[in-house]
């Protein structure tokens, strides 16, 4: 079993859409990153999310971090076919100490595309 | 801005052979890991660093192996390739706790 659970996995809309990707545990989690990967390239960070609760925004991108600190969320507004991509969740587990603070573990995916 | 640099973007190898997978990262960064990435699995951890010659094992370490003889340089092993490590493999850096991580370009590696 995933000890992040994304959802879902697939995500097929049209230009001007607004969605949301959800990132579940049933572990406390004391950050969560997101992460945006194209083809053929690594992924690359979006946002990073530390206090529960905590809303961040980026453009028509909003994250939020559950006030248990075990799920995020990812809402994009008014998609555009430049957001197309696979978004990753990344979580560093609570109390993890030693080596393996930094240490993340990763969601399944969501693959979105958005057609023009 | 951070660079990270995996030698090869295609591989393709035989089952049995030694398969040497390089990953240099420019920023100085004290932890790299080896992740390998498969349709619906995500990011799975093969192995980290956390300094020179150190090294801990992540969630599937089973036939690779690292070495971490320089700051800038980690290289994952596959001591006998088998067609389940056809995979693409990713190479990431990150400064010491937690931090974000920056991410190579990746391999795809074909074992026939």
């Known amino acids: 079993t995933q000890l992040l659970e994304q959802s879902p996995q697939f995500l097929s809309i049209q230009e001007g859409e607004n969605l949301t990707v959800y990132c579940n545990s049933s572990s406390v989690f004391s950050s969560l990153q997101w992460y945006r990967q194209e083809p053929g390239e690594g992924p690359v960070l979006l946002v990073t999310?530390?206090?529960?609760?905590e809303v961040k925004k980026l453009k028509r991108l909003t994250f939020q971090f559950g006030d248990a600190r075990k799920d995020s969320s990812l809402h994009i507004t008014a998609a555009q076919p430049g957001d197309t991509g696979l978004y990753l969740c990344a979580g560093v587990k609570a109390n993890a100490g030693g080596t393996s603070y930094g240490k993340l573990t990763f969601g399944q995916g969501t693959i979105l595309t958005v057609h023009p | 801005d951070v660079k990270v640099t995996q030698s090869s973007r295609y591989l393709v190898k035989r089952t049995g052979e030694k398969v040497f997978l390089e990953c240099v990262q420019d920023?100085?960064?004290?932890?790299m890991f080896w992740y390998r990435q498969d349709p619906g699995l995500g990011l799975r951890l093969i192995y980290f660093s956390y300094d020179v010659k150190m090294k801990e094992k992540g969630d599937i370490p089973e036939g690779y192996s690292v070495s971490r003889e320089k700051k800038e340089r980690f290289s994952l092993i596959l001591e006998s390739a088998s067609t389940n490590q056809t995979s693409m493999y990713l190479c990431?850096?990150?400064?010491?706790?937690?931090?974000?991580?920056?991410f190579g370009n990746g391999t795809r590696l074909t074992v026939t």
């Open positions: 920023m100085d960064h004290e932890n």
């Open positions: 990431a850096s990150s400064k010491r706790g937690v931090s974000p991580l920056h």
């Open positions: 999310v530390v206090t529960g609760g």
